[in-house]
Nanobody, 124 residues
Framework: QVQLVESGGGLVQAGGSLRLSCVPS????????MGWFRQAPGKERDFVAH????????GYKDSVKGRFTISRDNAKNTVYLQMNSLKPEDTAVYYC?????????????????WGQGTQVTVSS
């Protein structure tokens, strides 16, 4: 069982930046494909970004391309989501996810392990 712990959320003005971090407890992230999802009130959990085991492949939701960057530092056992040029519509709870499969999935069903989430609020 992998437990993921997110940090770095908060309140920021539109146009600002935040960096989210995700650390697994007791396991090394190098064996997992990692992803970030978000869920706004009353909406489904939505794919944001994913990254392969080596970090060589990444993918993004269209609306965050050019603004968000997912990265991983396997030596530090941490995955990051750098969020720039934040917009009010980015407001949501952000979740870190992991899977031992190789597939870079874009749905919640593609991932086996989840963090508790961290709130990101962007004010206009």
């Amino acid at each position: 069982q992998v437990q993921l712990v997110e940090s770095g959320g908060g309140l920021v003005q539109a146009g600002g930046s935040l960096r989210l971090s995700c650390v697994p407890s007791g396991r090394t992230i190098s064996v997992y494909v990692m992803g970030w999802f978000r869920q706004a009130p009353g909406k489904e959990r939505d794919f944001v970004a994913h990254i392969s085991r080596s970090g060589g492949s990444t993918g993004y939701k269209d609306s965050v391309k050019g603004r968000f960057t997912i990265s991983r530092d396997n030596a530090k056992n941490t995955v990051y989501l750098q969020m720039n040029s934040l917009k009010p519509e980015d407001t949501a709870v952000y979740y870190c996810a992991a899977t031992s499969r190789y597939y870079l999935g874009t749905t919640a069903h593609d991932y086996d392990y989840w963090g508790q989430g961290t709130q990101v609020t962007v004010s206009s």
